[in-house]
C-alpha cells in the first residue's frame, strides 16, 4: 500500500477539485481532513521512499500519469466531479478513523497512518476503474489491437485485415509455422480470428467451398464492378478456385491480400479483374 | 637381389603418384556433368531446377544425384518431380502436365491429386499472375495509386466500369450557390489530378452530383 501513497495524496486531490460542481463531501474538506492533508504531507517523503524500496516508482509513475489525465478530464467536469466525490469521502472516511483512532489512545504516528490507509482505498478502488476506463477506450481508439477479443461483427473481419496490413511482420510472427505471403492462409486466418472461429484450415485453400456451403455467406459476381462492392467481401477469381488469388475487399477500391512468393498482407487498390465474391450476410 | 633406401623411395612415390593419379581420373569422369533431355507436355512449360530456370524443352548438364524439377505452364496445374541423374544412363525425362478443367468440380477433382508441393507452386503461379494482373492495371491506370483522394467538397474513391467516379458534393450550409460549389470541385478535383502529374483529359472521368 506505500507506494500508493505517493499517486493518491491529497496535494494531487486538489488538482481534480477546483473545477467540480457537486460532491457529496469533496466539495469542502472539514478541518480534520485538512489536519489530515497536512499530516499527509509531512509523511509524504517517508512514503516515497518507501515507495521506491518496494518497487513503488512505477505505481508512482502510474499514479502521476492518472492524475494527470485525471485532472484534464476535471476540466471538463464530469469525471472530476466523481473524483472530488471519492477524494472527499475517502479524506471524510480518514478523518473520521483519526479520530477514533485517538480516543482509543492509539499513537499520533499510527493514527496518520491508519489515516492515509482508510483514506487510500476508495481512491485505489477509484483509480483501479480509471486505469480500466482508460486502457479500453485507448485500445478502442486504435480499433484492432491484437489484445481485443474477437468480435462477431463483420467490422472486426475487416479492420482485423486491415490491422495485419499495417502491421505485417506482426502477423507473420504470430503464423511462424505458415508462409505469410499465402494470401489464401492469410484470409482463412482473418476469418477464423473474427467471425467464422470455427473455419476448419482444409478450407483454406479452397475458399469458395466453405462460402458456398456456409449459410452466413453468399456468393455473387463482382462483375469487375467496384460500385457494387461492400467492405468485408471475399473476392476470388472463378476461373482459377480453388488455387487462384484471394482477397477482401475493404472499401474505397481496395483490398487487402498476400500473394505467395510476392508480399505481406499490404493494401493495394483493387485491379477489378476478381469476379467471384462471397458476402457475410449476418 | 639388394635394394637400398634411394631405390625404396624412388619406387614408394612412384606407386602412390600413379594411385593418385588414376583416382583422379575416374573421379572426375563419375562426377562429370551429365546431358539429360527434359521434355514437357505440352511443351514451354517453366522448369526450375534449384534456383535456375529453364524453358522446355530443354537439354540441360547436371552432376549425378537427386534433383527436384518444378514445371509450370498457365492453363495447367504444376508439377513437381524428383530425377535421379546416374552416369552413361538414359537421364532422358518426359513430363505430362494436367491440363486445368474449366468446371469446378473437374478442377477440385484434380487439385486433390496434386501433390501439396504441387499445391502450393500452382497456387504461387497465381498469386504472381494476379500479380502481374495488378502491375499491369496501375500502369494503365496511373490515378488509381492514389486513390482513395477525399476532401469536403471531392471524392474520388475508385476506379470502375472504366471509369474514375468522382463525386462533387454540395454544401447545403455554405453561403456559396450550388452551381459554383459545383464548379469550383470541379476544378479543384482538375487540379489534383494535374497535381499527380496526369492529364484529366486522357482519363475517363464520370461526374456525380451529390
Redesign the interface.
Known sequence: MQEDFEQNNPEDLEDFTPDQPTDSGGSSLSDKGRNLKDKAKKTKDKAKSAGKKTGGKTAEKTGEKVAEKGAETAASGAVGAATGGVGGAAVKAASAVSDAAEKAGISKGKQILLGCIIALIPLVIFLTMAIGMYSYFSEGAEGTGTSQSPSSSLSAFIERAKYYAAHPQEYADKYPDI?PT???VFVGNVLKETIEPNLSSEYY??M??FLTNSPNWEIFNTE????NLQPGDILY?????????VAIYIG???VV?A?????LPQI???????DKGGRYNK | MKINKKSLLIITITVISIVLSLVFIFSKDLLAPTRILIKTLPQEATLKIGEKGYTSPATINLKPGKYKIEAVKDGYFASISEIDVIKNKDNNINISLKEIPSSYKERLSVWNTLTDEEKLSTRTLADQRAEKEKEDFLKTHPLVQHLPYKTLNIEIVNYSEDKYWVTLIYNQSSPIDKNSQYKNAKEDAISWIKSKNLDPSTLNLEWVYK
Not at chain 1, 469487375?224 to 460500385?227: D, G, Q, W
Not at chain 1, 493495394?268 to 476478381?274: A, K
Request: hydrophobic residues 15%; glycine residues 10%.
Open positions: 508462409d499465402d494470401c489464401a485453400q479452397d469458395s467451398t469487375s464492378n467496384t460500385n477469381k472463378s476461373v482459377e478456385d480453388p488455387y487462384g488469388h474505397d477500391g481496395q491480400d500473394s505467395l512468393g510476392n508480399h493495394s487498390p483493387y485491379w477489378g479483374r476478381l
